[in-house]
Nanobody, 120 residues
Framework: QVELAESGGGLVQPGGSLTLACSAS????????MGWYRQAPGKQRELVAH???????TYGDSVKGRVTISRDSAENTVHLRMNSLKPEDTAVYFC??????????????WGQGTQVTVSS
C-alpha cells in the first residue's frame, strides 16, 4: 500500500504563487507516475500536472504555463509550483500515484487533498 500526504495549501492573493508538496511512503522511483489533480465545488476532478517515471510531464490546459511539477527522489516527494494564481484555481488539490501491477494493469493511490484558496 502506498500512502500519500499533501501539504502546502492555504490562502493566497490573485497573482500570487504557492508550492504544494506530496510525500510518498515508498520510493517515488518505484512508481510508474505521479501527478496532481484538483476538484472545485460543483466541478469534476481535473488534471493539473503529471510526471512519468522517465521525467516526462503533462499539464492540464487550464493551468498550462503557470504550473511546474518536479520531484525530489531523495525525499520521496513531488512538488507543484503554481504561479499567477487566479480565483478559479481555488480547489482541493489531490496527489496521485500509479503503480504498475502487470502488463497494462495499474493501481491508483490518492492523498487526502489540500485546500488552495485564491482570494483578495
Amino acid at each position: 500500500q502506498v500512502e500519500l500526504a499533501e501539504s502546502g495549501g492555504g490562502l493566497v492573493q490573485p497573482g500570487g504563487s504557492l508550492t504544494l508538496a506530496c510525500s510518498a511512503s515508498v520510493s517515488i522511483s518505484s512508481l510508474n507516475s505521479m501527478g496532481w489533480y484538483r476538484q472545485a465545488p460543483g466541478k469534476q476532478r481535473e488534471l493539473v500536472a503529471h510526471m512519468s517515471k522517465d521525467g516526462s510531464t503533462t499539464y492540464g490546459d487550464s493551468v498550462k504555463g503557470r504550473v511546474t511539477i518536479s520531484r525530489d527522489s531523495a525525499e520521496n516527494t513531488v512538488h507543484l509550483r503554481m504561479n499567477s494564481l487566479k480565483p478559479e484555481d481555488t480547489a482541493v488539490y489531490f496527489c496521485n500515484a500509479l503503480s504498475e501491477i502487470r502488463g497494462t494493469a495499474f493501481q491508483a493511490y490518492w492523498g487526502q487533498g489540500t485546500q488552495v484558496t485564491v482570494s483578495s
